[in-house]
């Protein structure tokens, strides 16, 4: 057994952080709240704020590593070459994975291993379609993607343009928006921007039953003062301006940044059994290879939860290790072949061609959870402890809900539970104050639903 972490995978990416350089920019804030986002036995302190810096973060997966004493499982600063199926593997299951340690040019190292969890995500290779954007390459100013963007500093008076409307791109402009002369963020189809701060001080992620895809609290204000501009798609650059859809132009551009997301690649494994067919991904529940003789690999974060993805790979991963060690059987491969064509057409459905990563959070791990017993189960809480039905029930999907019963069963999942909205004011709570009130989940339902009733209503009214 191993976990392997790597400066790069299947090709060298220099590890800045040595060099005090993060690969993300400085003043990232964690868009999950700290209840939504932890692992399922190991809430945060009650003093970490809502929404973390990631250093904070950082801070916490470290403690983490030394409670549950991983650290000597780990092999740093290892790059993988290759992962194949050993000669047995018909019999076996096994893996043959060959390393090459950093600053070790040449040197490398096989292992076998009896299973393997690739655990790279989709975030490993910035997306940077310079293709898409004609005249780009006549261009005279720089440009990069957000992943090598680090501080505002180096914009300082400078005029740029952002492109992409994601967390990223708002976050980038927004930051921007202090330094630099003007900013404009360019995007294709817009997209609805969110606080993180529900009704009375509480958090979206944990009042609402859905996740929207933008938080940014500064990017409203920032637009109505004219600090930054929205426009639609970039139709062509020329040396110093871009040319946008719908005709007008940016002139005197001194930058570009490209918030235009990320790709992911394996390529230390065979490219077949991720993609089975028509070059996209088919794996059972976003895991499991459905044409492997035997289930020994799992694909751990190669999915896009509109939750969190703390608790959403720990779900994955304890589903996976159980697999592996034979107490869950998967389907046969017929079965895994028809769910993932269902699966596929709703995804293009929802959320289109380019989102077919895109998962729902409550209803995706409910289903990973029923797979291994870890599932709520209603019912039997509202017989057993209808107090903890009742917060089970109406309150947040919290990753808590996964270790309360079944394999991995945490004794301090129902007090988690019970105490996670006391968690979310402590660290506001810096003076005396009156009792807070907690949400009324009928309440909030009930807000949530007046809007479209009254816009139903309004329709009927005027046709």
Not at 146 to 169: H, M, Q, T
Not at 181 to 199: A, E, L
Request: charged share 20%.
């Amino acid at each position: 057994m191993g976990l392997i972490s790597r400066a790069g995978v299947g090709k060298k990416i220099k590890d800045h952080t040595e060099e005090g350089k993060a690969s993300i920019y400085q003043s990232v804030f964690t868009n999950s709240s700290k209840e939504m986002m932890c692992f399922p036995d190991f809430p945060y302190p009650d003093d970490y704020p809502n929404y973390m810096h990631h250093s904070k973060l950082q801070e916490y997966i470290k403690t983490f590593i030394q409670k549950k004493d991983l650290l000597r499982y780990i092999q740093f600063e290892t790059l993988v070459s290759s992962i194949k199926k050993c000669t047995s593997f018909l019999v076996t299951g096994q893996w043959v994975v060959v390393t090459e340690k950093d600053g070790k040019q040449g040197k490398q190292e096989s292992t076998i291993f009896d299973a393997v969890m690739i655990c790279s995500g989709h975030h490993m290779y910035p997306n940077l379609p310079t293709d898409s954007f004609p005249g780009l390459d006549r261009f005279r100013g720089n440009y990069l993607h957000s992943w090598d963007y680090k501080n505002p500093e180096a914009f300082k008076g400078k005029r740029v343009l952002v492109i992409g409307l994601g967390n990223s791109g708002s976050d980038i402009a927004v930051e921007l928006s202090c330094l630099a002369t003007q900013v404009i963020i360019s995007t294709r189809s817009g997209s609805w921007v969110m606080s993180r701060v529900w009704d009375d001080g509480y958090l979206w992620d944990m009042v609402s039953l859905r996740k929207e895809p933008v938080f940014n609290d500064e990017l409203p204000s920032r637009i109505l003062c004219g600090l930054v501009s929205i426009k639609p798609s970039v139709k062509e650059f020329t040396e110093t301006s871009a040319v946008f859809e719908d005709g007008t132009v940016f002139e005197a551009i001194d930058s570009v940044i490209f918030a235009t997301g990320y790709d992911y690649s394996y390529p230390f494994l065979d490219e077949t059994i991720i993609k089975s067919r028509n070059n996209e991904v088919t794996l059972f529940k976003g895991i499991f290879p459905p044409l492997m003789e035997k289930p020994t690999l799992a694909v751990i974060g190669l999915v896009q939860s509109l939750g969190a993805a703390i608790p959403t790979a720990d779900l994955q991963a304890r589903w996976a290790a159980k697999v592996f060690a034979n107490s869950c059987t998967l389907p046969t491969m017929n079965e895994m072949m028809d769910d993932i064509d269902e699966k596929m057409g709703k995804k293009l459905k929802w959320f289109g061609q380019s989102q077919t990563l895109q998962t729902d959070y409550i209803t995706y791990m409910d289903e990973l959870g029923s797979f291994i017993g870890a599932k709520p189960n209603i019912p039997w809480l509202f017989l057993t402890d209808p107090r903890l039905a009742l917060e089970v029930y109406f309150g947040p999907c919290s990753p808590y809900q996964f270790r309360l019963m079944g394999p991995g069963k945490w004794d301090g999942a129902r007090n988690a539970i019970l105490t996670q909205w006391n968690r979310t004011v402590k660290p506001t709570r810096t003076r005396v104050v009156s009792e807070a009130q907690r949400p009324h989940p009928f309440y909030n339902l009930l807000k949530m639903l007046s809007f479209p009733l009254l816009l139903l209503a309004a329709t009927l009214t005027f046709y």
